[in-house]
């Protein structure tokens, strides 16, 4: 596609319920990388692909937090059990390559827990 | 829609002068820097970036600055417009990963 595509816009959830955020990166990019942005802050690393492989899971937060990227496109960040902390802007941007290169990012998903 | 930054630093300048915004680093591996402007409802959007064996780096009406020694990284914008009030933030990343890491973030906020 044209961007890195973030789906739903706006998520809404209940306190416990598991949520499922999607990025559709840019055709042919190969590395995808999930960050997550609160208000008045810069983005914050949660984990990145290399194709399909997870490289860096080391910025999810705790273990309700996974994410995979099958078939080296379309990831989806999961939240499992999700708690008002969870409520964030969660951003996703892919990159041509694996070598520092420069990243693009989507609209985002605006996440809230009530 | 979303607000991006509400509490950070704020620099105001007048329309037509130039912008200087900075930032500091403390990863001295740091060996690629990205600078990027955030709309308010909107992802960063690339501005420029610079590698560590350069100190300079200039773009259409920005300039990037690496100072190494001190770990600085500035961002300047010429001839200030309406269009650049947005937040800007640094971000860093080394051979050793490729986790960028975000700085703070400063708003930019231009006076007619």
């Known amino acids: 596609g044209a961007g890195v595509s973030q789906s739903p816009r706006y998520k809404v959830t209940k306190r416990g319920q598991d949520v499922a955020l999607r990025c559709d990166p840019i055709?042919?990019?190969?590395?995808l990388y999930w960050y997550r942005q609160a208000l008045g802050q810069g983005p914050e690393f949660l984990t990145y692909?290399?194709?399909?492989?997870?490289?860096?899971k080391s910025g999810l937060p705790n273990d309700r937090f996974s994410a995979e990227r099958p078939e080296g496109s379309i990831s989806t960040l999961t939240i499992q059990r999700t708690e008002q902390r969870d409520s964030a802007m969660y951003r996703c941007?892919?990159?041509?390559?694996?070598?520092?290169?420069?990243?693009?990012f989507g609209s985002g998903t605006q996440l809230s827990v009530l | 829609g979303e607000s991006v930054g509400l509490h950070l630093p704020t620099l105001s300048v007048q329309e037509g002068d130039n912008s200087i915004i900075n930032c500091a680093y403390s990863?001295?591996?740091?060996?690629?820097f990205i600078w990027y402007k955030q709309e308010s409802g909107k992802g960063p959007q690339f501005i420029i970036d610079?590698?560590?064996?350069?100190d300079k780096r200039q773009g259409q009406r920005v300039t990037v600055l690496l100072n190494k020694t001190v770990k600085h990284l500035s961002l300047q914008i010429a001839a200030t417009q309406p269009g650049d009030s947005a937040v800007y933030f640094c971000?860093?990343?080394?051979?050793?990963?490729?986790?960028?890491?975000f700085g703070p973030g400063t708003r930019l906020s231009v006076l007619p």
């Open positions: 941007a892919s990159s041509l390559d694996s070598a520092n290169e420069k990243l693009f």
């Open positions: 055709s042919g990019h190969v590395s």
């Open positions: 692909f290399n194709y399909e492989a997870q490289q860096d």
């Open positions: 990863n001295s591996a740091s060996d690629y």
């Open positions: 610079i590698r560590s064996n350069m």
């Open positions: 971000a860093e990343t080394d051979n050793y990963g490729q986790n960028f890491v």
